[in-house]
C-alpha cells in the first residue's frame, strides 16, 4: 500500500476507520482473544491480570482492573492518551490530517481497499486471532456479530437486541399487551 497502511495494526486501522471507539473496540477483543479480559455481569468488562504488550492495549487493561462499562472504558483518560499517542505517528506518515487529526482522504482510500481486500467473514470457524482483529477493525460491529456475537453483546460492544412476540413485531407493552405476550387473557383489561 502506497501511504503505509499495510504495516498498520489493527487498532490503527480501525481508529483510521471509526475513530477512538472502533480502536478501543479493537483493543478490547484483542484482550478477550489472548485470554486477558472477560465480559462480567451484562455490559461490564474486566482484565484478568497479565503484562499486555504497551500502547492502547496496555492502558485498556489497565482501566479494566475494575469492572467497567465499555461507554467509559473510551472516555477513560489512560486509554483516550493512548489513543492520542497513536495518533501521533500516524499524523507524521500523513494519514492524519493536521489539526483535528482526521484521516486523509488517502488513508479513507487505502482502507476501503483492504476492506475490498478482506470481505466480511462469513463465519467465525477457521480464522486466526490475527484474521479476526482485522476483520473487527475494518467491519466493526457486522464482524462482532459473525465472530464473536455472545462476547460483544454481554461486554457491550453490541446493543441488546429487543425482544419481538411470536409474530417477530415488537412487543407492545402498553395496556394488555403482557397479557397477550404471556398467552393469558384478552388483551382487552376487562375483569
Do not use: N, Q
Request: glycine fraction near 14%; hydrophobic fraction near 45%; aromatic fraction near 4%.
Amino acid at each position: 500500500m502506497s501511504d503505509g497502511t499495510a504495516a498498520l495494526a489493527p487498532h490503527e486501522i480501525a481508529l483510521l476507520r471509526g475513530g477512538p471507539r472502533a480502536a478501543v473496540t479493537v483493543a478490547v477483543v484483542a484482550l478477550y482473544l489472548r485470554g486477558a479480559m472477560e465480559p462480567g455481569p451484562p455490559g461490564l468488562l474486566w482484565a484478568v491480570p497479565e503484562d499486555a504488550p504497551g500502547g492502547l492495549e496496555e492502558a485498556v487493561g489497565s482501566a479494566l482492573r475494575r469492572p467497567v462499562r465499555f461507554r467509559r472504558l473510551v472516555r477513560d483518560p489512560e486509554v483516550r492518551l493512548a489513543v492520542a499517542e497513536m495518533r501521533i505517528p500516524l499524523a507524521e506518515a500523513g494519514l492524519l490530517r493536521w489539526p483535528f487529526l482526521g484521516p486523509t482522504r488517502g488513508a479513507r482510500r487505502e482502507v476501503e481497499a483492504l476492506r475490498v481486500r478482506h470481505p466480511l467473514p462469513a463465519r467465525r470457524y477457521g480464522l486466526s486471532d490475527d484474521d479476526k482483529l482485522l476483520a473487527v477493525a475494518l467491519h466493526d460491529e457486522a464482524a462482532l456479530r459473525v465472530l464473536m456475537p455472545r462476547f460483544a453483546v454481554r461486554a457491550g460492544l453490541l446493543p441488546r437486541a429487543e425482544a419481538a412476540d411470536a409474530r417477530g413485531s415488537s412487543p407492545s407493552w402498553g395496556y394488555g399487551g403482557a397479557a397477550s405476550l404471556c398467552g393469558g387473557g384478552d388483551g382487552g383489561g376487562s375483569g
